[in-house]
């Protein structure tokens, strides 16, 4: 979908003469307002956010009329109806996309935290305090509601965001940043802690990513290929998130009621998104109970169903599956089904086949509870519940700029924590080392 | 002195013949191990961290005859008699090793621990559980000891770990980490936790950095060239640790006895390592009842002293300090010193000069050291103490792999915990979202 979505759709921005220069201007006056920025208070920083949620709603006729240039350059190409309706803004999104903002205002200030200390005993107060990353460089592809989303997270973790959008949103992302900006200049916080990219040249995102004395992590948000060639090029850290190749296990102790509800959960409950399930195992003790009726119900829902030979003797309209299959995240209403010997053969089959994003065991045995969640390897790891929960929101982070299917930093739902760093910040009445 | 250390001493060992062949090899035997050593216990890992200390114990003097092949090449190279010094092993060095492998053993075990959790409204159990990262590959420069304590804190936080050490030191380091390596077999853990590499082949580094799908991290540890080199050529994370240009700042309000003691203690304890000052910045209000005294003290401990023109007015014997000064680690008994006008001043010089690893302000002012605290971009910054506690056994982490200058994933000091990921394990009983 990314590679559609990135069609050359609408005018075309006329890329300023000469990027490498451009690119460092733009990193260069990030840079000095995330020093401005890290010094910000939270309430400075909440007050930006309400101002801005307030621009959105007094000019939200404007701004559906610009986004409208957007959909039809995007219709004019040839866009999906379905790609299309992501791009639109109306009154709903733009009041959920004002809402968002001061749900964000109301999370706790993370800048400036002290979340670890220790007394040593020579009386030095050693302590851990949150800090900003510094600048973001954001890459995304999608509606332009994520340009929002993302400004607001890393402003208010304290950090200055440069923001590249896709170029089907251009106009829209443009009349959203500019609100954005004036905001920040009437609340007092530097303009230049929200940039937006003013060329859709994708040249301009290889001279970001060399930028490492400047940009402190990029953020890619897209797809594959997006996410590829930033993780290839950057001279910075980059926080990743792909694919959800997500498992729900069906244990032979499981309650085979909360299996299928878990199931359906996991699946349909918006199959297009990184957390839906796209494989089903199901231990052989509980497949003859469990697969006829499950199926049953999946079908109902409209899922077509792709299993092993032993699945597909409990249920004979599933299509054979090939080992492809369990390798791929369909983002849509397929489901791969295999029926598995043990515990350990589930566990294996998501290590080989998974990929280390959302997997959910159902089951009422604590030491299968116990060793799914010990042995496998993903961001997050469930008993008894949806795959569908692995969210910021739904973890309790507020809100997140993505789902990290990295070790390294974060990994899983990254929210305001997640953007910043902290440094040591130590108290002594004169101690020195011997 | 990294790349004198790295010079072409002692016999060269033959590269492998496919050297791409070779490090695939390496890096999979590793992440096998790796998915092992997840699951061990911490007494296992324990077992291992004392067994090898008694084996190093027991065999310190063949120990200590296989490191002398390794000092008298270099004595045939020309090293300088520090380097070797460096190099050599001894009946007490050997104990200190052993007893670090004791210590590291008796601290707490970080793998599993649950850090954080919350109940959500909808009563899903969300934790946040410690996995190891999964492969360090670890390229070194230094003294044979740092084998050990690579190898210890990497597997005592659950990773498998490669080791490329510097050529100068190869028996010693085959043989600590054949020892290490026969350890883990006793103690029936995968034998490939540990792996050292058996070239010295620097293009063997360059093969390792490749391989991001089996290593989660590299850890260069050495001269500015190394590091650089690997952060270039990684496609994993890297974990750097660059120059200490570190200030100790004299407030107008500062004890100036204590301020004498704090930059004596910082500059002259051991003047060769990153965490020592390097520059001296004095309130001009406390210049003049300062500096004389204070020169005075640093020459009587044979520091050479280069000023600006109002440091040389109140300390003629130093010399005049280059803009250059300002920005060097001397790692020697070199200070540079500057007057300033005012708190912003110092803050303002050690953001342009310094290398945001370690700094010191000496104050009873609270604003002051408030402000130093708040604006100071370092991974350390500290109150009337030394800079030299920036260290992970000082800062009470029990040992450290290194001290990051980076703001991703782990800032200042690097122990255990700094070596591990974590996932999220949710528990559930049949939620579903809505």
């Avoid at 401005?36 to 701004?63: C, P, V, Y």
């Avoid at 973790?157 to 443009?174: P, Q, T, Y």
């Avoid at 950057?234 to 009621?257: I, S």
């Avoid at 998974?354 to 993903?378: C, K, P, Q």
Wanted: aromatic content about 4%.
């Amino acid at each position: 979908m990314a590679d559609t979505a990135s069609m050359n759709v609408g005018l075309e921005v006329a890329a300023p003469a000469d990027l490498a220069e451009y690119t460092r201007q733009v990193a260069s006056r990030a840079k000095q307002a995330a020093r401005q920025l890290a010094m910000a208070t939270g309430g400075q920083k909440n007050d930006w956010l309400k101002r801005s949620a307030e621009l959105i709603r007094e000019r939200s006729k404007a701004l559906i009329k610009v986004n409208e240039g957007d959909c039809t350059a995007a219709q004019a190409a040839g866009l999906s109806a379905a790609l299309i309706d992501r791009l639109r803004l109306s009154e709903p999104r733009l009041e959920a996309i004002a809402r968002g903002l001061e749900q964000i205002a109301e999370l706790p200030e993370p800048v400036g935290e002290v979340f670890d200390s220790t007394v040593r005993p020579n009386g030095l107060l050693v302590t851990r305090v949150r800090v900003p990353l510094g600048v973001v460089f954001f890459v995304y592809e999608s509606r332009p509601n994520v340009t929002v989303d993302a400004a607001s997270l890393c402003v208010k973790s304290g950090n200055a965001v440069i923001l590249r959008g896709g170029k089907e949103a251009r106009l829209s992302n443009r009349a959203l940043a500019d609100l954005l900006i004036e905001a920040l200049g009437i609340t007092g916080l530097p303009r230049d802690a929200v940039q937006l990219v003013d060329t859709t040249d994708r040249e301009a995102i290889g001279h970001f990513l060399k930028l490492h004395d400047q940009i402190d992590v990029a953020i890619p948000r897209g797809g594959r290929s997006l996410i590829e060639r930033v993780a290839a090029e950057a001279t910075m850290p980059v926080l990743k998130h792909f694919d959800g190749v997500c498992h729900v296990y069906v244990d032979a102790a499981a309650d085979l009621a909360m299996a299928e509800a878990i199931l359906i959960n996991s699946k349909c409950q918006r199959p297009g998104v990184c957390n839906a399930a796209e494989s089903l195992l199901v231990h052989r003790d509980v497949a003859a109970r469990f697969l006829p009726q499950a199926g049953k119900s999946l079908r109902a829902k409209g899922v077509e169903l792709r299993g092993c030979e032993r699945t597909r003797a409990f249920i004979p309209e599933a299509r054979p599956a090939t080992e492809e299959d369990y390798r791929t995240e369909y983002l849509d209403l397929i489901l791969s089904v295999k029926v598995v010997d043990s515990l350990a053969q589930a566990i294996d089959h998501i290590e080989i086949y998974g990929s280390h994003h959302t997997d959910t065991i159902v089951t009422n045995d604590l030491s299968a509870a116990r060793e799914f969640t010990g042995r496998v390897d993903s961001a997050a790891v469930l008993v008894n519940a949806s795959t569908r929960f692995n969210d910021g929101g739904e973890f309790g982070l507020g809100a997140e700029i993505g789902i990290s299917t990295d070790r390294f930093h974060a990994r899983g739902p990254c929210g305001l924590k997640e953007l910043t760093s902290y440094k040591y910040v130590v108290h002594g009445t004169g101690q020195v080392r011997s």
